[in-house]
């Protein structure tokens, strides 16, 4: 079973920029689909964005053009840039993965779950 490990969280002032990585303990590239998760306190668990296997990326609304979610194959590595930070974006990320062809962000096809990094943007 493919283990996750995030980092890169911390605290930005709004309008900063941050940048979270996930590695995997084993070879994703080409039989997993990846994602990262959010989750505020006392708020649900809510996709933030996702790469299938063919490297179609979805995003959620409330992030797109300021998120870029991407994969470095060679170091087994996903990432995520994320600009232009508001205090809503305030909440523990997580990387997720799962051996599926598409898995966008349908938090329930993800099996697999990171510890979590916590991001925190003030105003």
């Known amino acids: 079973q493919v283990q996750l490990v995030e980092s890169g969280g911390g605290s930005v002032q709004s309008g900063g920029s941050l940048r979270l990585s996930c590695a995997a303990s084993e070879y994703t590239y080409s039989s997993y689909c990846m994602g990262w998760f959010r989750q505020a306190p006392g708020e649900e668990r809510e996709g933030v964005a996702s790469?299938?296997?063919?490297?179609?990326?979805t995003y959620a609304d409330s992030v797109k053009g300021r998120f870029t979610i991407s994969q470095d194959n060679d170091k087994d590595t996903l990432s995520l840039q994320m600009n232009n930070l508001n205090p809503g974006d305030t909440a523990m990320y997580y990387c997720?993965?799962?051996?599926?062809?598409?898995?966008?962000?349908?938090?329930?096809?993800?099996?697999?779950w990171g510890q979590g990094t916590q991001v925190t943007v003030s105003s």
């Open positions: 997720a993965a799962a051996r599926f062809y598409r898995c966008e962000l349908d938090v329930s096809r993800y099996p697999y």
């Open positions: 790469i299938d296997v063919d490297g179609t990326t």
